[in-house]
């Protein structure tokens, strides 16, 4: 009984221990829950609140900035698209350009006919002369002018042509004829507009002087015209020529060649004839310049 009573003593009393327990348990870990929810915002939320008050103006900064960015680069946008859709962007650099550049250059040999009246400057002897500039830029364009005809047609021609193969020349052609012609037109309109200078200061208008005058002018359109309107197409012939001519195994030999099988072709024969058209004017108008060149030479020698 005593073990009974003893166990039956202690079993109520350690349940209700247990039972203590737990509820204290139960009762510690709400609090320390409701501590917890109720601090964090405490420490918490108040920083929360700081940065998002910092960040504010800087947002707004940014987004101004961005907003006029965009707006500056729509207009520059809009601006650059409409006047590539005007009648003068295409004109200068679509259509024609060449077209253009011949009317300046046609307007600049109309300049320089005609006779203009400024302050002439003489000498302590009463005579009137340049300066000496004038005379330097003159005389080094066209000596500059003439030393390239003489080299172009009669020694570097000549000497590649006999030299290397048919593709290698005309590789080597394709290079010369555009810095050629760009730098013959370039020495002409030089030698022009200093020649006018010249009399102009000197007051000396005569037939003498006109006829020089005139010959230049040819001169420098005459090389304008080549570079601008025969040697694009001689250059585009020269290309298909040779590619036609690559895939038939032509044109590998030094000097004149035999145009084997390509002669049956119709395609071949008509680039062939164009391309020997347009060179043919071309070497008439290089030697046509020459000869002007060659006139005005005989005038400064006299």
């Given at each position: 009984?005593?073990?009974?009573?003893?166990?039956?003593?202690?079993?109520?009393?350690?349940?209700?221990?247990?039972?203590?327990?737990?509820?204290?348990?139960?009762?510690?870990?709400?609090?320390?829950?409701?501590?917890?929810?109720?601090?964090?915002?405490?420490?918490?939320?108040?920083?929360?609140?700081?940065?998002?008050?910092?960040?504010?103006?800087?947002?707004t900064l940014m987004?101004?900035?961005?907003?006029?960015?965009?707006?500056?680069?729509?207009?520059?946008?809009?601006?650059?698209?409409?006047?590539?859709?005007?009648?003068?962007?295409?004109?200068?650099?679509?259509?024609?350009?060449?077209?253009?550049?011949?009317?300046?250059?046609?307007?600049?040999?109309?300049?320089?006919?005609?006779?203009?009246?400024?302050?002439?400057?003489?000498?302590?002897?009463?005579?009137?002369?340049?300066?000496?500039?004038?005379?330097?830029?003159?005389?080094?364009?066209?000596?500059?002018?003439?030393?390239?005809?003489?080299?172009?047609?009669?020694?570097?021609?000549?000497?590649?042509?006999?030299?290397?193969?048919?593709?290698?020349?005309?590789?080597?052609?394709?290079?010369?004829?555009?810095?050629?012609?760009?730098?013959?037109?370039?020495?002409?309109?030089?030698?022009?507009?200093?020649?006018?200078?010249?009399?102009?200061?000197?007051?000396?208008?005569?037939?003498?002087?006109?006829?020089?005058?005139?010959?230049?002018?040819?001169?420098?359109?005459?090389?304008?015209?080549?570079?601008?309107?025969?040697?694009?197409?001689?250059?585009?012939?020269?290309?298909?020529?040779?590619a036609i001519e690559?895939?038939?195994?032509?044109?590998?030999?030094?000097?004149?060649?035999?145009?084997?099988?390509?002669?049956?072709?119709?395609?071949?024969?008509?680039?062939?004839?164009?391309?020997?058209?347009?060179?043919?004017?071309?070497?008439?108008?290089n030697v046509i310049?020459?000869?002007?060149?060659?006139?005005?030479?005989?005038?400064?020698?006299?």
């Open positions: 009984m005593c073990g009974t009573a003893n166990h039956n003593n202690f079993k109520p009393g350690h349940g209700h221990h247990h039972l203590w327990m737990s509820m204290a348990d139960s009762a510690a870990y709400k609090y320390l829950a409701n501590n917890e929810t109720t601090t964090a915002p405490s420490t918490e939320h108040p920083p929360a609140v700081e940065k998002v008050e910092l960040k504010k103006p800087n947002d987004t101004a900035m961005m907003t006029v960015t965009k707006s500056t680069v729509h207009k520059c946008t809009s601006f650059l698209e409409d006047v590539q859709k005007s009648q003068a962007y295409k004109v200068m650099f679509f259509v024609q350009p060449a077209h253009v550049i011949m009317m300046l250059a046609v307007t600049l040999v109309a300049a320089s006919m005609l006779p203009n009246n400024i302050k002439r400057t003489s000498n302590a002897n009463g005579e009137i002369k340049p300066r000496s500039f004038v005379n330097f830029v003159y005389l080094a364009a066209f000596c500059t002018h003439v030393g390239a005809q003489f080299w172009m047609t009669f020694i570097s021609g000549l000497s590649l042509y006999f030299n290397l193969t048919r593709h290698a020349f005309g590789d080597v052609q394709r290079i010369l004829f555009p810095k050629y012609f760009s730098l013959n037109s370039v020495l002409s309109a030089i030698t022009l507009i200093q020649f006018s200078k010249i009399h102009v200061a000197a007051n000396m208008w005569d037939v003498y002087t006109y006829t020089q005058l005139f010959v230049l002018s040819l001169c420098f359109l005459l090389e304008l015209v080549i570079r601008l309107y025969a040697v694009p197409p001689l250059l585009r012939l020269i290309s298909m020529k040779m690559k895939s038939a195994g032509v044109g590998t030999v030094v000097g004149n060649y035999d145009l084997g099988r390509l002669v049956d072709c119709p395609h071949y024969m008509a680039i062939h004839r164009a391309f020997r058209q347009v060179h043919l004017c071309v070497a008439m108008g310049t020459m000869m002007c060149t060659s006139f005005h030479l005989m005038y400064i020698a006299s």
